[in-house]
């Protein structure tokens, strides 16, 4: 159990008023969780506080070396005015496992979920209630010791930010056009693919500049050595669906394990829908295309739950996916998914957890 030292802002914020004005990732609360690590002390001091800027020497590690993680997940509250958390003990097993890759110490899984409920208590008025809106939760992990020198950090801060974010999808599910990157990689096996930390977004910039450039929204990475195999797209992971069957590119080191990914495998088995976690070629996309078997195909990711693909451009080679519409399939799962994260349909997988 933390003790958590509770400082409340005495300079409230106003609230965004308008539903359609929230965007993403651009209003914060009034508060924040921070707790700092020391070596030999561990994690202490833990605290919520005005939202506020963090003080930090120059030469902190974490701005010369990228020594840090991040992790996202909502709060949502349903019509009766409960608030409900997303799978949280997942994100905050999959920051123990970037730590261990990153070499920033462990974390104590039942303090950080603690943490999590705590600051989204605080600030639960900030909760949108229109349909599709949430409070996105991000925590973070930052590498302070002010030393230049490249090793570990022995000191480090733990903060937690939350704002309200609104509709991924304003006027129904739009897919979107994918650019497949042929030339730049995201992640090779041994690197660092599967750690949710910034190093891996830095070096994406340049393929979804690209793509943008190209009049395409986001960019499917291929493997780093051969350029053949499906890895991600942008920031979420990849679903098929060729000739009835499901596919989603297996984890193998380089693709970050997504829990909106493993939710919808775990929902596609309940509904006896034929899955598969194996390695997927581009040339086999490409081909099911061409042979008219490719039925849909989706992103998944927290901020957009399901993100439905319209058209592929591989090397200037176009495949339009179901007429660029929204397949059966994605709309099913995007319905059921947000009908669990908002309470409107029965938690059969026990899936949320409720902040009082
Ligand atoms: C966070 C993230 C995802 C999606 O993970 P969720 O847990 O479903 O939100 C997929 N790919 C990358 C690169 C990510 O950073």
């Given at each position: 159990?933390?003790?958590?030292?509770?400082?409340?802002?005495?300079q409230?914020?106003?609230?965004?008023?308008?539903?359609?004005?929230?965007g993403?990732?651009?209003?914060?609360?009034?508060?924040?969780?921070?707790?700092?690590?020391?070596?030999?002390?561990?994690?202490?001091?833990?605290?919520i506080?005005?939202?506020?800027?963090?003080?930090?020497?120059?030469?902190?590690?974490?701005?010369?070396?990228?020594?840090?993680?991040?992790?996202?997940?909502?709060?949502?509250?349903?019509?009766?005015?409960?608030?409900?958390?997303?799978?949280?003990?997942?994100?905050?097993?999959?920051?123990n496992?970037?730590?261990e890759?990153?070499?920033?110490p462990?974390?104590?899984?039942?303090?950080?979920?603690?943490?999590?409920?705590?600051?989204v208590s605080?600030?639960?008025?900030?909760?949108p209630?229109?349909?599709?809106?949430?409070?996105?939760i991000?925590?973070?992990?930052?590498?302070?010791?002010?030393?230049?020198?490249?090793?570990?950090?022995?000191?480090?801060?733990?903060?937690?930010?939350?704002?309200?974010?609104?509709?991924?999808?304003?006027?129904?599910?739009?897919p979107?056009?994918?650019?497949?990157?042929?030339?730049?990689?995201?992640?090779?096996?041994?690197g660092?693919?599967?750690?949710?930390?910034?190093?891996?977004?830095?070096?994406?910039?340049?393929?979804?500049?690209?793509?943008?450039?190209?009049?395409?929204?986001?960019?499917?990475?291929?493997?780093?050595?051969?350029?053949?195999?499906?890895?991600?797209?942008?920031?979420?992971?990849?679903?098929?669906?060729?000739?009835?069957?499901?596919?989603?590119?297996?984890?193998?080191?380089?693709?970050?394990?997504?829990?909106?990914?493993?939710?919808?495998?775990?929902?596609?088995?309940?509904?006896?829908?034929?899955?598969?976690?194996?390695?997927?070629?581009?040339?086999?996309?490409?081909?099911?295309?061409?042979a008219?078997?490719?039925e849909?195909?989706?992103?998944?990711g927290?901020?957009?739950?399901?993100?439905?693909?319209?058209?592929?451009?591989?090397?200037?080679?176009?495949?339009?996916?179901?007429?660029?519409?929204?397949?059966?399939l994605?709309?099913?799962?995007?319905?059921?998914?947000?009908?669990?994260?908002?309470?409107?349909?029965?938690?059969?997988?026990?899936?949320?957890?409720?902040?009082?």
């Amino acid at each position: 159990m933390l003790n958590i030292k509770i400082e409340k802002t005495t300079q409230p914020k106003q609230k965004p008023i308008n539903p359609d004005d929230l965007g993403f990732g651009q209003l914060f609360s009034d508060h924040m969780f921070e707790m700092t690590y020391t070596e030999g002390q561990g994690w202490h001091d833990p605290e919520i506080k005005p939202y506020q800027p963090i003080v930090l020497d120059p030469s902190a590690m974490v701005f010369h070396y990228g020594q840090e993680m991040f992790e996202g997940l909502k709060a949502y509250k349903t019509k009766d005015g409960r608030v409900l958390l997303f799978r949280p003990e997942k994100n905050i097993e999959r920051t123990n496992i970037t730590n261990e890759r990153l070499c920033i110490p462990m974390v104590d899984e039942e303090d950080i979920l603690q943490a999590i409920k705590a600051i989204v208590s605080i600030d639960k008025d900030w909760i949108p209630e229109a349909e599709g809106t949430s409070l996105y939760i991000r925590p973070f992990i930052i590498a302070t010791d002010p030393f230049l020198g490249v090793r570990p950090s022995n000191t480090y801060k733990f903060l937690i930010i939350v704002g309200p974010v609104g509709a991924y999808y304003k006027e129904g599910i739009n897919p979107v056009k994918i650019w497949v990157e042929n030339e730049y990689v995201r992640a090779v096996k041994g690197g660092t693919g599967y750690a949710k930390t910034g190093g891996n977004y830095a070096a994406s910039l340049k393929a979804q500049v690209k793509a943008k450039e190209n009049g395409y929204t986001q960019v499917l990475w291929l493997d780093g050595i051969e350029r053949k195999y499906i890895e991600e797209v942008g920031t979420m992971n990849v679903f098929f669906k060729i000739n009835g069957q499901v596919i989603t590119p297996s984890l193998e080191g380089s693709i970050l394990p997504g829990i909106t990914r493993n939710s919808v495998i775990e929902l596609l088995k309940s509904w006896n829908i034929p899955i598969t976690e194996r390695k997927i070629s581009i040339d086999e996309v490409y081909e099911a295309a061409q042979a008219g078997t490719l039925e849909e195909v989706f992103g998944t990711g927290t901020a957009a739950v399901i993100s439905p693909v319209g058209e592929l451009n591989w090397n200037g080679k176009i495949f339009k996916v179901n007429g660029g519409e929204i397949g059966a399939l994605s709309q099913r799962v995007y319905d059921y998914i947000t009908g669990i994260q908002t309470g409107k349909l029965e938690d059969v997988f026990n899936w949320v957890v409720e902040v009082k």
